[in-house]
């Protein structure tokens, strides 16, 4: 075998070796793309659960438009406020409840996870005749 055989003999053993390497490559991507669709299908159904336990208050007209809330421990409480002027979700009992917002704009929220059973009463700290009430259950 000449020197120029031998070389064209090694460049193709070489290119043949890229494709093998391009075509695992591309099997083992797959498979990743198969087990990365498998997590986000369970993140997705995760998050349906984790949005299952979120209620939702709408602040409107100066009103909690739920103002009386019953849940489950766990449950995530949203308040948005829909008002052009802030507003609050102040327990009456803060000690008690934990619950104690900043003040917030329009278009913004407040969460609040209840973790131990009791009810809960609240109002707005620049409006103190917004009530409302939470009660927990088991």
């Known amino acids: 075998m000449n020197k120029k055989s031998l070389i064209g003999l090694i460049i193709g053993l070489i290119i043949v070796a890229l494709i093998v390497v391009v075509a695992v490559a591309g099997l083992s991507g797959s498979e990743n793309e198969d087990t990365d669709q498998a997590s986000k299908s369970n993140d997705t159904n995760s998050s349906s659960q984790q949005a299952s336990d979120v209620t939702e208050v709408t602040i409107k007209d100066y009103k909690y438009m ?38 917030f704009g329009q278009g913004e ?18 409006h103190p005749y917004m009530k409302g009430s939470v009660t927990v259950t088991e």
């Not at 421990?73 to 008002?83: A, I, L, Q, S, Y």
């Open 109 to 126: 929220t407040f969460e609040y996870t209840f973790d131990k059973a009791g009810e809960f009463s609240y109002f707005c700290s620049p």
């Open 66 to 103: 739920e103002k009386d809330l019953e849940v489950k421990v766990g449950t995530t409480v949203r308040w948005t406020n829909e008002d052009s002027v802030p507003h609050s979700v102040t327990g009456d009992d803060i000690e008690k409840s934990g619950l104690d917002s900043p003040n």
